[in-house]
C-alpha cells in the first residue's frame, strides 16, 4: 500500500474510532507472530517488525499491534492538529 493510500485509511479509522486519537506513551517492538496490523489490517509476518502500544484514554485503554511504518503514520495522524 502506498503511502498516500496508508495515510487516508487511517485518517478514516482515526475519524470514525476504529484507531484511538491519542499516542501511546509507552510502546514496544519484536518479530510479527501473525498478528493482523490495526491499520492496515494485514498479517505481520515473521520477518516483519510489530509495535504494540496501550493509548490510555479516559474511558480506559487498549492494546493496538502495528507495522512499524503504519505505527509511524497512525502517530503522525493522531498527533496532527484537526483541520
Not at 25 to 32: A, I, L
Amino acid at each position: 500500500m502506498d503511502e498516500q493510500a496508508l495515510r487516508a485509511l487511517i485518517s478514516t479509522k482515526l475519524q470514525d474510532g476504529r484507531l484511538p486519537k491519542i499516542s501511546a506513551p509507552r510502546v514496544w517492538g519484536g518479530s510479527g507472530r501473525g498478528e493482523t496490523c490495526a491499520a492496515c489490517e494485514t498479517t505481520i509476518t515473521s520477518d516483519e517488525l510489530a509495535v504494540e502500544g496501550t493509548p490510555v484514554a479516559a474511558d480506559g485503554s487498549i492494546s493496538i499491534i502495528l507495522h512499524v511504518r503504519c505505527f509511524h503514520v497512525w502517530n503522525r495522524e493522531a498527533l496532527a492538529p484537526e483541520s
